[in-house]
């Protein structure tokens, strides 16, 4: 059993690899993912800009392992001494670092510099997540980011406009909510094209139709006045 840590890193429990939409240009990386949940020893780094599915990766893995994995999102751990998160890690099956551009002129650094080592020498898998490919990341300690570099890289490219409409049925099928043609045809028009909107948007309709024991329906949408009345 891993030590407990003295600090509890928040995950999302919707953000489960049977709540990630598979894309068609992610064919390859899902092979990757996959073997990691059989515990595989392959290491990644994705990269791309916000709301392409990096952070949704990294928490399924860590909820698919359990307590022997280990989710750090280190825009969130700014002031945190890394040695109190990563002293135990080589007893964990999987590290998964996010927002690993973070790092850059923090003590964080040199700590996941040692910590990629050790975990590559004894073949255990690390997983991690940034805004840019390691190339891009001039600033970052040049031994971390040609360690960083040496892993089999990922972009996870934006969602376009086919994908936005794909993702919003699906993650509506996953709540038990289902949306007839007409219905998402009217949220596609209003709602704003993004991620984020979109799954914010889906949590408000889940919450309204719950409370109010309706189907989601275009009358009920214009009534909550969620989205523009305007196409």
Not at 31 to 56: C, F, I, Q
Not at 109 to 130: T, V
Request: proline share 7%.
């Amino acid at each position: 059993m891993v030590a407990q840590l003295p600090l509890s890193i928040p995950m999302d429990d919707e953000l489960t690899l049977d709540n990630f939409m598979k894309r068609g240009s992610l064919d390859v990386l899902m092979e990757e993912v996959a073997s990691l949940t059989r515990g595989g020893s392959n290491s990644v780094y994705l990269w791309g800009s916000p709301s392409t599915g990096k952070s949704h990766l990294l928490q399924a893995l860590c909820h698919h392992h359990g307590s022997d994995a280990l989710y750090l999102p280190l825009q969130d751990l700014e002031g945190i001494p890394p040695e109190a998160l990563l002293e135990n890690h080589r007893a964990l099956t999987l590290l998964a670092i996010d927002d690993v551009d973070r790092a850059i002129g923090t003590p964080w650094e040199e700590a996941l510099f040692h910590c990629f080592n050790q975990r590559r020498d004894a073949g255990l898998p690390q997983i991690y997540a940034a805004a840019g490919a390691p190339a891009t990341l001039e600033s970052m300690l040049p031994d971390l980011r040609s360690r960083l570099g040496s892993l089999t890289i990922y972009q996870l490219p934006r969602f376009d406009d086919a994908e936005i409409e794909a993702l919003l049925a699906f993650r509506a099928a996953r709540r038990g909510i289902t949306l007839a043609p007409d219905v998402l045809s009217y949220l596609l028009a209003r709602a704003p094209r993004s991620v984020p909107a979109i799954m914010s948007l889906l949590e408000e309709l889940d919450r309204e139709g719950l409370a109010r024991g309706r189907a989601i329906t275009v009358p009920l949408i214009a009534s909550l006045k969620l989205v523009s009345m305007d196409p």
